[in-house]
């Protein structure tokens, strides 16, 4: 498909990057376009006696187009926080709520298909089935979405356009994240949520990676959530918020987001 | 002490219970029926040989017009005779209180001392009749069960042409009847068909045989070879109208019984055959994905130190603790099955005793047998364990490569969507696999359709011999041969529609150096109640010359049409001639051979003489012709063909529901075992895969199409397979049921085909299901954060 024709299609969905632009500018507690909140969300697991308190009332809302930089160490709570926005976990207490939706009364199927409309995941292990190449990975998740991007167009888009008909075992791990990318996208998500995007990359393809998920959020305008441990990834970020023992301790606004090509670890 | 292998082999036991389950369950209906059958054969075995010693059952018999007494001294010098029994044999019409039909009864003569002599009887109830009373009999214990008779009942014979009432004084036993069948039948039909012995003299007197025998029944050293013995018998016996002598192989009872035993034995090696086969799969894939999966633990034991062997030997006791389950499980489902089987024999095989037993033998061998299935089972996984090298057992397995398969650039395959790629793509990956999930399948449905092959041939001979040969609705047989007007009073009872003589001649018949005794029938031309078929079940007319031989027949003798046999009447004035055979009869039942009444008539110069007729009655006037039957002197026996027939669907419906039953559950276990294993082990090595597309917003229904996709096309493709399996072992069993007696017809019906198909689809689907709810159990959260 043309570029053309796809940008049409895209601007038909995306607000415009002005009012995207706004949303940065605005507070946390009042930013009138998030399209995710989170309410004294609370998560206490129970390993055998011991009650561990993953999250400690959190609340936080995320706007439409935003990049986010969840920060913190391992165990901090952050993979917690992504799991229960991403519908895959269910708080113990607090309320999750996107759009118009109470996600936290959700049922199983309904959290399914809020993960199937609206959600793209990116693993840390990229996650793709070894039998299907490229092109079908993507194809996969197109099958099942209402209102798709060509699949071809999406892997054109993070630069794998000659890579198409190759397995997962024919690729290399960076061209696998980025398959797992374009899957990710192809549905045109509301929300991207990226665990450890680059935790098991190198740095050079890592780095690529980054440019893969910064120019998705600018052209695409999904709310792009990352989790990372990784500090110097946050200057990529609209905003960093950094989870400390199950809670925010620190929330940071840039009012420019450095670009990935600059950023070093 | 339990060692920390040992318990880490519980564990892996306990974990993978469902699939060890499955297995075991796989392997003990293998040995299940291996020792039901075995076990069942050895019972049965043993009850006749102990029955025949005991009992002193004979090892020659022959029949005969009738020679004096004195002629027994002859016959007890023949070398390697140690014992004769000469007594008189007679057939006779019975009329039994509550049986609306005339039953036919075997009156044979009692020693002076009925617990002497051959084929003693063992008296089950009552006592032995009193010497010189002629109304006293003993009768055969399932015949007087069947027909509600008791010590102190009685019943009606027409003994030589007088009607004399009998009474039954006790019931007994005999070894040259353990399978009590009326002459001619398949099925025992002990309403109609039983045996009476009563005094000698009484029975001399009302035949006419005082001083004289007309059967007689040898007993021979061990060492001595039947063949000459039966020479000098046939000798001796030819001047009083001896019909050839034979020995057990050919006596009725005897052969049935042996029959029974050939057919379990072939059973008792293929079926469990199928079922160790698939079990030692099943184990296969369990191991080859434990070691998958264990590697890191293998090459952390090999680090510690463990040797090879060791580690070698903690997967080869997985497999063998998966087939002792099985078996322990299967032995005793065999002893419970074998007891049952053995149930049903005594239904059909009359012994004082006939107990189920277990021997040690039966499950030691079934021991072994298990103990084999599973080293093969471990024998290639183990190696693979042991060849492991530690640092790369450390490392996680490389990831799994797929190639696009030449299938792909099928037109037709280019458009399916990505989830059948999947599908497919994972079948093609591990063709062997496929190929032996696809086999498992198809044994289970081969097995079904087997298991029904022999009611579906049963059926058709049925339709086909008496639809097509044997058209009348009663033959009634003259006590001596009779002239025209004998048929000509039988015509005139009344309900007979039609009655056409029959001529019945006993022969031998000889072509090279092969013969056979045997019946030639003289029917005539222009009858129609008694046809010969061609192959395409085709009515032959009769030739006016030369013999027809059921194809049977003329295998049996090497001989084919234009050769000419050599016929020897074993009756009457033992003509020899020779006629050339003008055709074969593909008849089902039975063997005979055929000629045109009238030519046969000339040729043996007593013109118009019967032997019988075939009758075509009317149903609404059949009481009455019944009682008249029972009351005419001269039949010797009246068959009704209403009545065979329904005692073979009797026995046939009863089998057939408890086969059915078994192979069913058998079945269903080999398809459960296969499906539900791989569909586990897929699970098992793609749980990551199934938990990310979950991840992604698959819902269940989505993802378990996946997972089970594979199987279901594989149980799609293993039916067709199956049910092709199924019919070639079918035709292979086809000569192991071409006998004299019968020949079971290659057919199965659609019945057939559409059950194995059903049971195979619903028995995976339950499979599939099984493991679809656990697909509700993936851990969507870890596979965030799982490698490969």
Redesign the interface.
């Known amino acids: 498909m043309p570029r053309a024709r796809l940008a049409r299609r895209m601007s038909r969905k995306q607000p415009s990057i002005a009012r995207l632009n706004t949303s940065t500018q605005t507070t946390l507690a009042t930013r009138p376009s998030a399209i995710l909140a989170g309410r004294n969300v609370s998560k206490v697991y129970r390993l055998g006696d011991v009650e561990v308190h993953a999250l400690r009332g959190v609340s936080l809302e995320l706007g439409a187009g935003e990049f986010v930089v969840l920060l913190g160490a391992s165990g901090s709570g952050k ?1 917690t926080l992504l ?1 229960i926005l ?1 519908g ?2 269910v708080p113990t207490s607090g309320e999750v709520r996107y759009r118009d939706h109470v996600l936290t009364t959700a049922t199983d ?1 309904e959290l ?6 609206h ?1 793209g ?1 990116v ?3 990229f ?1 793709l ?5 490229a092109l ?2 993507v ?3 197109t ?2 979405a209402a209102n798709p991007l060509p699949a071809a167009d999406v892997l054109g888009r993070v630069g794998l356009a000659d890579r198409l ?1 190759h ?3 024919q690729l290399s791990g960076g061209e696998q994240q980025r398959v797992a990318i374009a ?2 996208l192809a549905k045109r998500p509301d929300i991207l949520l990226c ?1 450890e995007p680059t935790g ?1 990359l190198d740095y050079p393809t890592g780095k690529v990676v980054l440019e893969v998920l910064e120019r998705a959020n600018r052209d695409l305008g999904t709310l792009t959530v990352v989790i990372t441990h990784n500090a110097a990834i946050a200057a990529m970020a609209d905003r960093v918020i950094r989870i400390s023992s199950g809670e925010i301790v620190d929330v940071q606004h840039h009012a420019t987001r450095a670009r990935p090509e600059d950023l070093s670890w | 002490m339990v060692s920390a292998l040992h318990r880490a082999l519980l564990r892996d036991l306990w974990h993978l219970r469902g699939q060890v389950a499955a297995a075991a369950l796989v392997t003990a209906c293998g040995i299940a029926a291996f020792v039901t059958m075995l076990s069942a054969y050895r019972s049965l075995e043993r009850a006749r040989d102990d029955y025949y010693a005991d009992y002193r059952f004979a090892d020659a018999f022959a029949q005969l017009q009738r020679a004096p007494m004195s002629l027994g001294a002859a016959l007890a010098r023949i070398p390697g005779v140690t014992e004769i029994d000469r007594r008189i044999v007679e057939d006779v019409s019975l009329d039994v209180p509550g049986l609306a039909e005339p039953a036919t009864g075997r009156l044979i003569s009692l020693p002076a001392d009925p617990s002497s002599g051959l084929n003693r009887l063992f008296l089950r109830e009552g006592r032995w009749p009193r010497p010189g009373r002629a109304d006293e009999a003993v009768a055969s214990e399932a015949f007087a069960r069947a027909d509600g008779l008791a010590p102190g009942s009685r019943i009606g014979a027409i003994l030589n042409g007088r009607w004399e009432e009998l009474r039954i004084v006790g019931l007994a036993l005999s070894p040259e009847y353990v399978y009590e069948v009326a002459p001619g039948m398949l099925f025992p039909d002990n309403r109609r068909f039983g045996v009476l012995w009563m005094d000698r003299d009484a029975l001399a007197g009302a035949f006419g045989l005082k001083g004289a025998f007309n059967d007689l029944a040898l007993r021979t050293a061990a060492a001595s070879s039947l063949e000459p013995i039966i020479g000098a018998v046939d000798r001796l016996l030819e001047p009083f109208g001896g019909l050839r002598a034979y020995g057990r192989a050919d006596q009725t009872s005897n052969r049935f019984l042996d029959d029974e035993l050939s057919e379990i034995g072939v059973h008792a090696t293929y079926v469990p055959a199928i079922f160790l086969g698939v079990s030692a799969f099943l184990i296969y894939m369990l191991l080859a994905r434990l070691v998958a999966t264990e590697r890191g633990q293998i090459a952390l034991l090999k680090a510690f130190g463990y040797t090879n062997a060791r580690i070698g030997l903690h997967f080869a006791e997985f497999a063998l603790a998966v087939v002792t389950l099985g078996s322990i499980g299967g032995i005793a489902l065999g002893a419970y099955f074998g007891a049952g089987l053995v149930g049903i024999y005594r239904d059909y095989f009359h012994f004082p005793v006939l107990r189920f037993e277990l021997s040690a033998t039966v499950v030691g061998a079934a021991a072994l047998i298990a103990l084999g299935s599973a080293l093969v089972a471990a024998s290639t996984t183990v190696r693979r364990a042991v060849r492991l090298p530690p640092a790369e057992a450390m490392r996680p397995e490389p ?6 398969g030449r299938w792909e650039a099928v037109h037709a395959l280019r458009r399916i ?3 059948a ?2 599908v497919l ?2 079948i093609a ?1 591990r063709p062997w696999r496929a190929t032996l999930s696809v086999i498992g399948i198809a044994a289970a449905v081969a097995t079904l359709v087997v298991g029904r092959y022999a009611f579906d041939a049963v059926d058709e001979l049925v339709v086909a011999h008496f639809q097509s040969v044997e058209r009348e609705d009663a033959i009634v047989n003259l006590r001596r041969v009779g002239g025209a007007a004998a048929v000509g009073s039988l015509a005139r009872l009344p309900g007979v529609l039609r009655a056409e003589p029959f001529r019945s001649v006993p022969v031998e018949l000889r072509f090279a150096h092969r013969h056979k005794r045997s019946v030639l029938l003289g029917i005539p031309g222009s009858g129609t109640l008694h046809r010969l078929i061609d192959a395409q079940r085709r009515p032959i007319g009769m030739p006016p010359a030369g013999i027809v031989l059921t194809r049977k027949l003329a295998e049996m003798l090497g001989a084919r049409p234009g050769s000419r046999v050599q016929i020897e009447q074993l009756d009457g004035k033992r003509l020899r001639f020779t006629e050339p055979i003008v055709g074969v009869s593909d008849e089902p039942l039975g063997v005979a051979g055929y000629m045109d009444a009238h030519t046969l008539s000339q040729v043996l110069h007593d013109e118009g003489a019967v032997s019988g007729a075939l009758l075509q009655i009317d149903a609404a006037h059949r009481m009455a012709l019944f009682r008249a039957l029972e009351r005419t002197p001269r039949i010797a026996g009246v068959t009704i063909r209403a009545a065979a027939l329904q005692t073979i669907r009797e026995v046939m419906d009863r089998s057939f529901l408890l086969m059915t039953v078994v192979m069913t559950a058998f079945a269903s276990v080999l398809v459960v075992g296969v499906v539900y294993n791989s569909a586990r082990i897929a699970l098992s090595e793609r749980g ?2 199934l938990a ?9 229904g ?1 993802v378990a199409r996946l997972l089970l996709g594979e199987q279901a096309l594989l149980t799609v493709v293993a039916i067709p397979v199956g049910l092709g399996i199924g019919s070639v072992l079918c035709r292979l069993l086809v000569p192991v049921f071409d006998r004299e007696l019968f020949r079971l017809p290659y057919v199965l019906s659609a019945r057939t085909y559409a059950l194995a198909t059903l049971v195979t689809l619903a028995a995976a689907a339950v499979s599939g299901l099984l493991v679809a709810r656990r697909i509700d159990r993936l851990d ?2 870890a ?6």
């Open positions: 993979s799991n991403g895959l976990d199927r399914t298909r809020y993960r199937r409309e959600v995941f693993f840390q292990f996650n089935l070894p039998s299907l190449t079908e990975n194809e996969l998740v099958e099942i008909r397995f997962p075992a899957r990710a665990d098991s | 990831p799994k490569r797929y190639r696009t969507g990505p989830s790629r999947v793509r994972n990956r990551n895969e990310s597309l979950r991840v992604l917003g698959f819902q269940r989505e969507l959260i596979v965030l954060k799982t490698r490969e």
